[in-house]
């Protein structure tokens, strides 16, 4: 589905469209056991938005930051995968701001910035607030995802360079601000302070489309030596160098 009037990079797919140019749902290749998210305010949250295709208009459950009205409403959701996988768009939905539900939870806003990481362990807020990521992406703006015309449709936003998001074990996904603040605000280090009570961010559903490559994710096992031995890393012939003064 096409869209017009604003210069954001990302595509509506049609409501039943699970596999397109942008791939196939990368979802059973996910390891939910091993899915974090930092300042949620729920457990386990982070990983329950990482829903069936079929149930990503679902209101509940969402992944909403912890509502602290002097802290960042930051989120940093770690997404490994089984096996390596080439992803080539990212979703993601935020029921916060629609216009036509009547809520009775506490207010909340969708995110407006996703710092996107690859193959980087070990993210952590101060880490992320300072690095680089492999791609940046502004989200549409709430009245934009619910206009008439785009309603039930997922909203795909490709993931480039290309060869940045191939062979990928691990993505992680920062969110340093929301559209309930002004833009250029946040908790990353390159935006501005924010002064008024921040409003918790809450997102609804994340998907990634694109494809498997079938090379599971091995430990790998190695034997270490507390002190390596003469003995047990002889040379042929070296038993010749002492005798013969060498």
Known sequence: MSCEGHSHDHDHSEPDDTSTGLGTSLRPSIDFSSVTCLNESNPGAGKSILKLYEERLTLDPSLTSQDDPDEDPELLLTVPFVEAVSIKSL???????????????????????????????NLDFETVRDLEPTARITLVPPAHQWDSNHV???IDYPLRPVGRFQNVSEIALYFCDNYAMPEGHGGSSDMEDYDDDRIPTEITYIGFKGKGTNV????????????????????PGSEYFGRQGI
């Open 91 to 121: 979703s993601i939905l935020s029921y916060s701001d629609a216009p036509e539900l009547q809520r009775t939870r506490d207010n909340t806003a969708a995110p407006r910035t996703v710092r996107v990481y690859v193959n980087r362990p």
């Open 216 to 235: 599971k994710r091995k430990a790998v096992e190695a034997i270490y030596e507390t002190t390596g031995m003469k003995k047990d890393h002889k040379v």
């Open 152 to 154: 039930g449709a997922t």
